[in-house]
C-alpha cells in the first residue's frame, strides 16, 4: 500500500515489541490455504472496454437532463453555474479533513466562514453552524435542541404539512426521549395553545408547497416559553420575508438547492440558524474571525469545544466532515449570484410554477390546491396520478410526484415543481400531455 510508510526496520521493530519472530508468524493463526486464496476471476477488460460498460450501465438511468423535470418534495432540480464544480473540486477543498488546527486549516475554516455569514443574512438569524447531514436531520436537531430546556417541556407541535419523510426522521430522533408529538393544521399562530410547548415547527413553505402565515406565530409561543422552528425553502428565502424576520429561534432548511447536485438523493446539506441567546446550545460547528498579534485576520473554530465533536459523552450530537463540500458548494453558489441573482432564480420559480398552475386551472377536470404556493403545487387529475406519471415517462416526461407514495387515499393528486429550468416549451409540453390523456 503506497501510503503506509512504514520501513522493514519500523516492522522489525513493531514484531519484537510484540514478541513476534516474523510476519508470517503473525499470522500463523489463519490456515495457510486461507491466507492467499485464488479468486475465481475472468480476465481482466482493456480500460476502453471498461469505460464503455460504465456508460451503458449509466445510460440506464433517468437523469434530471434528459427528461423534462417537475419532481421535486425535498430534492430540486435548480441551475449549477460550472464555476461551483470547478472551484469545490480544487485540490486544497477535496483533501481538507476536519480544521482543528486553524494553522493549517485557513481556507476550509475562510469557506465556512463565508458560507455561515451568507446563510444568516439569508434566514435573518445571528449563527449558522456547519455539519449537519442534510434538511430532515438539521430539523431533528433543531427540535432536540428544544428539548434540551430546564423546565422540562416535552411537547413538540408539527405542522400536517410537514414532508412525511421529514416526519419519519423526526420520530427515529425522538423515539429514545419523553416527547409528546403533536400536529395541527391551519396557521402557526393558533397552535401553540393547551399545555406549554417545548417548540412548535411551521414548514415555509411545506410539503405541498403552500406558504403559511408567519405574522404571531413566534409570539404566541413565546408566551407560552417555548421555541419557534422554522424549516424553509433558501431559494425562497431570496424573494419572500426571512424566518428571523418574524422572530424565529431556530431556521433549518435543505441546502441542496444551492449548488448542489440531486445525486440520487445524497450527499445532501443540513442548514440550521439560531438566535444569539442559542448559539452555545447547537451541535455543528461555528468558525470565528479573528485577529492574531500582529493585526492579521484569522479564522477558527469557536464557542464551542472540540470535545462537543470527538468524544461521545460530551456531544451535542453527531456532525460530518464531508458536508463541508456541500457548504462549500453552497457557499460558492451564493456568492456567484449575489443578492440580486438569488432573487432573480427565486422569481423565476415564482412565475414559472405560477404560469404552470394557471395552465391546469383552465382544464376541465383539473383543479388546484388551495392557497398561495412557492415553486410546488397539487394538482388533482380526472383519474390516477400514478397512472399517468408511468405513460409521461414513457415520454420523456417526470411530471411530479403521485401523492399515493406517501398517502394511498390521494390517488389522484399530483405533486408539480416548476423551476427556473424548466422553460416555457416544457411547461406547455408536460399540460398538454396530461391534456392527452383525459380530455
Not at 217 to 228: E, K, P, Q, T
Amino acid at each position: 500500500m503506497p501510503y503506509i510508510p512504514v520501513t522493514e526496520a519500523q516492522r522489525k521493530e513493531m514484531l519484537e515489541r510484540i514478541g513476534v519472530p516474523s510476519l508470517e508468524a503473525l499470522f500463523s493463526e489463519i490456515p495457510e490455504d486461507l491466507r492467499f486464496p485464488s479468486l475465481d476471476l475472468e480476465g481482466g477488460l482493456s480500460e476502453l472496454e471498461v469505460m464503455a460498460e460504465l456508460s451503458a450501465l449509466a445510460h440506464t438511468n433517468a437523469a434530471a437532463d434528459d427528461y423534462r423535470w417537475f419532481l421535486g418534495a425535498g430534492a430540486y432540480d435548480h441551475f449549477i453555474p460550472a464555476a461551483v464544480g470547478a472551484l469545490a473540486s480544487r485540490g486544497e477543498f477535496l483533501t481538507a479533513y476536519t480544521p482543528y488546527q486553524s494553522e493549517v486549516s485557513q481556507g476550509t475554516l475562510q469557506a465556512i466562514f463565508e458560507y455561515q455569514s451568507m446563510i444568516a443574512a439569508l434566514t435573518g438569524m445571528e449563527v449558522v453552524n456547519a455539519g449537519h447531514y442534510d434538511g430532515a436531520t438539521a430539523l431533528a436537531e433543531g427540535v432536540l435542541l428544544a428539548l434540551r430546556n430546564p423546565e422540562g417541556r416535552r411537547r413538540v407541535l408539527l405542522p400536517t404539512g410537514l414532508h412525511p419523510e421529514y416526519r419519519g426522521v423526526l420520530d427515529t430522533y425522538l423515539s429514545p426521549f419523553d416527547a409528546r408529538i403533536e400536529t395541527y393544521s391551519g396557521d402557526p399562530a393558533n397552535a401553540a395553545q393547551g399545555e406549554d410547548p417545548a417548540c412548535l415547527v411551521a414548514a415555509y413553505p411545506d410539503f405541498f408547497g403552500r406558504i403559511p402565515s408567519l405574522e404571531g406565530a413566534a409570539g404566541a409561543v413565546h408566551d407560552r416559553g417555548g421555541l419557534f422552528i422554522v424549516h424553509a425553502d433558501p431559494i425562497m428565502l431570496g424573494l419572500l420575508k426571512s424566518p428571523g424576520a418574524y422572530g424565529a429561534d431556530i431556521v433549518t432548511a435543505e441546502g441542496q438547492s444551492l449548488g448542489n447536485d440531486l445525486n440520487y438523493g445524497g450527499p445532501f446539506l443540513g442548514i440550521m440558524a439560531v438566535s444569539a441567546a442559542l448559539m452555545r446550545r447547537i451541535p455543528g460547528r461555528i468558525v470565528g474571525e479573528a485577529r492574531d498579534s500582529q493585526g492579521r485576520r484569522g479564522f477558527v473554530l469557536t464557542l464551542a469545544a472540540r470535545e462537543q465533536h470527538i468524544r461521545r459523552e460530551k456531544a451535542l450530537s453527531n456532525i460530518c466532515s464531508n458536508q463541508g463540500l456541500c457548504a462549500l458548494r453552497a457557499c460558492i453558489y451564493l456568492a456567484l449570484l449575489g443578492k440580486q441573482g438569488l432573487r432573480g432564480v427565486a422569481e423565476l420559480c415564482w412565475h414559472k410554477s405560477h404560469y404552470a398552475a394557471g395552465l391546469f386551472a383552465a382544464l376541465p377536470g383539473f383543479s388546484l390546491g388551495p392557497g398561495p404556493f412557492f415553486k410546488e403545487f397539487l394538482v388533482t387529475l380526472p383519474g390516477n396520478a400514478e397512472t399517468a406519471a408511468e405513460k409521461l415517462r414513457e415520454k420523456k416526461i417526470v411530471a411530479g410526484l403521485p401523492l399515493s407514495r406517501y398517502f394511498p387515499e390521494r390517488e389522484k393528486d399530483l405533486l408539480v415543481c416548476v423551476t427556473e429550468k424548466n422553460s416555457r416549451e416544457d411547461i406547455e409540453t408536460l399540460v398538454h400531455a396530461l391534456k392527452e390523456l383525459y380530455l
